[in-house]
């Protein structure tokens, strides 16, 4: 059995900005000022540079106040009619979405290590400190407002995940309602009672 992979990572925001003037001499005119980045990357199947052999697409929920520690050597996801234990050894793309809807309901993506707490951020050990480079302490926190997207991309896989660098962590902020504004807004829905929802998009190459 083979198993391909490719990956098409797309980064950038549109901008247009339109101008009207009137002018008794001139009339009216009209600008138009567009741009955006225009980063784009495509991973190939293979081992190597600019490559990737996985992707897993993993969602979950988080109590309020409550944290959930993800080991990049060790993710696990149900696909092709089975369970399978994935050990990155390099990543190539990954994405972390706050999917609550709430205001206030932020979520924390920490670098800190297994056996972390909300009160003891960096008490844990064997954080993943090369996605930050801060290493396990609450400084190093990125905050993830509802409805929030973050990315890390890395065409040249030096992004590497080894036995005492491998635990990123989501930490529930406390704040907020859960679910309150579904139905006025219509942006998502489903959140637990008293839970964040959030999910995590992850290509790369995994290895022993």
């Known amino acids: 059995m083979a198993i391909n992979s490719s990956a098409n990572l ?13 002018s008794l001499v001139l009339g009216s005119k ?3 000022k567009s741009f955006n980045n225009g980063y784009a990357f495509s991973f190939t199947s293979g081992l190597g540079t600019g490559n990737i052999n996985c992707g897993l697409f993993l969602n979950g929920s988080v109590a309020s106040g409550e944290s959930v520690s993800l080991d990049l050597r060790a993710l696990q996801e149900e696909s092709f009619g089975a369970v399978s234990t994935y050990k990155f050894v390099s990543l190539g793309a990954i994405n972390f979405t706050n999917t609550s809807c709430a205001s206030g309901a932020n979520l924390k993506l920490r670098t800190t290590g297994d ?6 951020p960096g008490g844990g050990s064997n954080g993943f400190s090369n996605l ?8 190093g926190d ?44 219509g942006l998502c829905f489903g959140n637990p009672a008293g839970c964040w929802t959030w999910n995590m998009t992850v290509v790369g190459v995994t290895g022993v």
């Open 30 to 32: 009209t600008a138009v």
């Open 115 to 120: 056996g972390a707490t909300a009160t003891d």
């Open 10 to 22: 797309q980064s950038k925001i549109d901008v247009t900005i339109t101008q009207n003037t009137d």
């Open 142 to 185: 990125l905050m993830l407002r509802p409805q929030c997207s973050i990315q890390f991309t890395d065409p040249y896989n030096t992004i590497k995940v080894t036995d005492t660098n491998r635990y990123v962590s989501l930490f529930a902020d406390g704040g907020g309602t859960p679910g309150s504004h579904e139905a006025v807004t």
């Open 132 to 139: 930050l480079n801060t290493g396990p302490a609450q400084t």
